[in-house]
Every structure is written in structure tokens, then in C-alpha cells.
């Protein structure tokens, strides 16, 4: 039951930290804060298998997926783990418990930042 109120608090932590954070880098230069979080992001996927993850979650069926769905990364259990935690911290990732499982999902509004980050048009 205290899982159950602990989620809320944890879903609000996370949806202020997938908002756009960073002007484009041709835009204008990075104050010391967005260019701290520009930082976070790029050093959470500074690593093969948390882009692996990273991925395998956002190209996953719905936008999301089981933890049992996307392990198959080449390191032990406790690893992905480790890594979905990074992920996570860095505001790329949110996780929903369901019963024994964790469910990962990339917001678009994480997607849409880094692409604004970048200066790629999203606009098709």
C-alpha cells in the first residue's frame, strides 16, 4: 500500500524532468543549469548498453515495455537494473510497477527536447 502512494511523488519527480530543457545548441549558448542537464542526459547515454535500453524502449510496441521485454542486453539482471536506474535519474526513462514487473517508457516530450536540443525538426 505505501508503494501505491510512493508513485504518485515519484510520477511528478519524473514529469519535471522530461520538460524541454535546453534552447538548441545553435541557438544561443547554455546556461550553466541547461547545460548541466543537457550533461546528465548525454552522459546517461554515454554508455552501449544504456543506449541499448534506451531504444529498445522507445522503439518498443506502445512506447513502453517490460523490463522482462528488453534484458537481453548481454550483462546480468542486476546490471540492466543499475542502467534503467541511470536512465531514469537523467529524466530519459519513467517506470510504472505492475504487479511483479516494471514497465519503462520514454515520454515524448524526452524525445521531442533532445531533438530541439540538437536543432532537428520534428515537423515533417
Known amino acids: 500500500m505505501s508503494n501505491t502512494k510512493a508513485l504518485p511523488l515519484i510520477e511528478s ?10 534552447p538548441p545548441l545553435t541557438e544561443r549558448p ?4 541547461e547545460a548541466e542537464t543537457a550533461a546528465r542526459m548525454f552522459k546517461a547515454l554515454g ?5 541499448r535500453l534506451f531504444s529498445a524502449v522507445a522503439s518498443h ?4 515495455a517490460c523490463v522482462c521485454d528488453i534484458s537481453d542486453v548481454g550483462v546480468s539482471q542486476p546490471t540492466v537494473s543499475h ?3 541511470k536512465l ?5 526513462l519513467t517506470s510504472e510497477r505492475r504487479g511483479t514487473w516494471v514497465y519503462y517508457r520514454v515520454e515524448p ?6 531533438g530541439k536540443l540538437l536543432g532537428l525538426s520534428t515537423a515533417g
Not at 13 to 22: F, G, L, R, S, W
Open 13 to 22: 519527480e519524473i514529469a519535471d524532468a522530461v520538460t524541454p530543457c535546453c
Open 30 to 33: 547554455f546556461t550553466v543549469e
Open 47 to 51: 554508455d552501449p548498453v544504456r543506449v
Open 61 to 64: 510496441e506502445d512506447g513502453e
Open 83 to 85: 542502467h534503467l536506474k
Open 88 to 92: 531514469k535519474e537523467a529524466g530519459l
Open 109 to 114: 516530450s524526452v524525445l521531442a527536447a533532445m
